[in-house]
């Protein structure tokens, strides 16, 4: 059973303009959300995380918003740059562990 | 410089001959955990551990064994690897089980024959 859902496989997008992730979560009680890059060959690395009480975090081009009646969170990438392309893991923390989604590949188009 | 190593980085291995994947971590981080990495799966939680000598099974932990001897080292055994365990292993730690940023390890890519 997946409780975290990414059901974007892939996902294009011109450089310079907004990217959009998508990330959606059926458990309730998960208590912080995170998003995390992965580049070939690497280990994925921390980007955002958003705790369960707010509905919006910042940082620099990165922000993730979280609606918790709809149980969905997203990651804006503004704007769009070459070294943003990599495979986006949505992640939720709660219950001890930290569960991903099956990851967004993001190609930024020149 | 702040790391979590693993090795090794790539690994091929017959059925059935036990092998261990090194975790190690220089952060004085409390917790550790296992991941691994499958096509359209995502990344999956096989063990983690909370502190010395505290471990507890992730989401698929059959086929694993881990240990946490001591706080820097998570090492992950596989007594009797069979194919469906080829994969990408990440091992990833952070400060406390409820710290939102975990650091992963480069990856261990394992293919069982």
């Known amino acids: 059973d997946q409780q975290v859902k990414q059901n974007s496989p892939s996902l294009s997008v011109q450089e310079g303009r907004i990217s959009i992730l998508n990330c959606d979560y059926t458990?309730?009680?998960?208590?912080?959300f995170l998003w995390y890059k992965k580049y070939p060959a690497e280990g994925p690395t921390f980007l955002i995380s958003?705790?369960?009480?707010?509905d919006k975090n910042e940082d620099g081009r990165f922000t993730v918003f979280l609606n918790k009646s709809a149980k969905h969170l997203s990651l804006h990438i503004v704007p769009s740059q070459p070294g943003d392309s990599a495979v986006y893991f949505c992640g939720a923390f709660g219950n001890e562990k930290l569960t991903f989604g099956t990851g967004t590949r993001l190609t930024i188009i020149p | 410089e702040a790391q979590v190593t693993q090795n090794p980085r790539y690994l091929i291995t017959v059925t059935g001959k036990k092998l261990t994947v090194t975790c190690s971590q220089n952060?004085?981080?409390?917790?550790m955990s296992w991941y691994r990495q499958d096509p359209g799966l995502g990344l999956r939680q096989i063990y983690y551990?909370?502190?010395?000598?505290?471990?507890d099974k992730g989401d698929v932990p059959e086929g694993y064994k881990v240990s946490r001897k001591e706080k820097r080292n998570f090492p992950l055994i596989l007594e009797s690897p069979s194919p469906n365990q080829t994969s990408l292993y990440f091992c990833?730690?952070?400060?406390?089980?409820?710290?939102?940023?975990?650091?992963f390890g480069q990856g261990t890519r394992l293919t069982v024959v």
């Open positions: 458990n309730s009680m998960f208590d912080y």
């Open positions: 551990s909370m502190n010395v000598e505290v471990t």
């Open positions: 952060m004085n981080h409390e917790y």
């Open positions: 990833a730690s952070s400060f406390s089980w409820g710290a939102t940023e975990a650091f």
């Open positions: 958003i705790s369960s009480i707010k």
